[in-house]
């Protein structure tokens, strides 16, 4: 009789790839996996991060750990990607990339800004599950976590662009749930909510911690609220997994899926108010936009 580990890691090993991997949700990820016997490829930007993160995995737990600077939003993904499938049997993609990174007004930024989302948070993951998600199917067995935020529920002002592109995920992720779920792989959109990490502290968010796990909500009426109540990392992390073959949705932590009820049951105006109101109340803003 197969324990509980052995029968994660038929199913979605022998190697994880997490796109993201150097930090916060993305490192929670790889050490808890770690922890289950699954060998790791660790895909981010920095390599020295990277390098940090793969040394401190393996010094803990006996697996394999195989890293990968690249750029997600690089022409050469798909080929990078190809490489890595001829070496490895990937049973788990994980795309944790895409954290924000601060608050503006659309019209107030770059569009290169808006346009690098778009590319981060839609073209990346549209390319990785397609390449590895084929295998995948092939193989009959596996899994998908798309990481997509809690501002994905509404139009979200001084996050505008990245909102729309984390709606972009979470909808992505339940097509193909539809769709691969005959094939054995499940597929998860990870909805997060405000979370400690090292992205989200570099961004200027103001949080404080909360062992229960909280979404940002906020009044329209009502002046912006600094010292976001937030979830630790590895929480988010550990009931992804858990909730991995429950698809296609998870909102980690019982207040943020108390908020993501009220969200989607709230008329679209006020929820479109309270959802930029909460991230005024995040990055300081004023609420609603002066004049």
């Known amino acids: ?47 020295a991060i990277l390098q940090e993160t793969a040394a401190q995995i393996r010094s803990q737990y006996a697996v394999e750990v195989e890293t990968r600077a690249l750029d997600l939003t690089g022409a050469d993904l798909e080929q990078q990607l190809q490489q890595l499938i001829a070496q490895h049997d990937i049973g788990l993609l994980i795309y944790n990339a895409g954290a924000t990174h601060g608050a503006g007004l659309f ?92 992205a989200m502290q570099r961004s200027g968010a103001f949080m404080q911690s909360d062992d229960n796990g909280s979404a940002a909500t906020a009044n329209a009426n009502e002046s912006p609220q600094p010292n976001i109540l937030a979830m630790h990392p590895d929480d988010v992390a550990c009931e992804a997994l858990a909730e991995l073959g429950n698809g296609p949705i998870l909102f980690p932590g019982e207040k943020n899926r108390a908020a993501a009820a009220a969200i989607r049951n709230a008329p679209r105006a006020a929820a479109v108010d309270a959802m930029s109101g909460a991230a005024a109340g995040m990055y300081g803003k004023p609420w609603p936009v002066p004049a």
């Not at 009789?1 to 929670?28: C, R, V």
């Open 107 to 198: 019209l107030d930024q770059p569009m290169s800004y808006a346009l690098n989302l778009v590319s981060l948070n839609c073209v990346g993951p549209v390319v990785m599950t397609h390449t590895i998600g084929s295998q995948l199917r092939k193989r009959g067995r596996g899994g998908i976590i798309l990481l997509s935020s809690m501002s994905a529920l509404a139009g979200t002002g001084y996050v505008a662009a990245y909102a729309a592109t984390k709606s972009f995920d979470m909808i992505f992720a339940e097509g193909l749930w539809a769709e691969l779920r005959g094939y054995g792989v499940d597929v998860l959109g990870l909805v997060a909510g405000a979370t400690q990490t090292p």
């Open 1 to 47: 009789m197969p324990t509980d580990n052995q029968a994660f890691k038929h199913k979605y090993g022998p190697w994880a790839l997490i796109a993201g991997a150097s930090e916060g949700i993305g490192k929670s990820f790889a050490e808890q996996l770690a922890a289950q016997g699954l060998n790791l490829i660790l895909l981010a930007r920095r390599d």
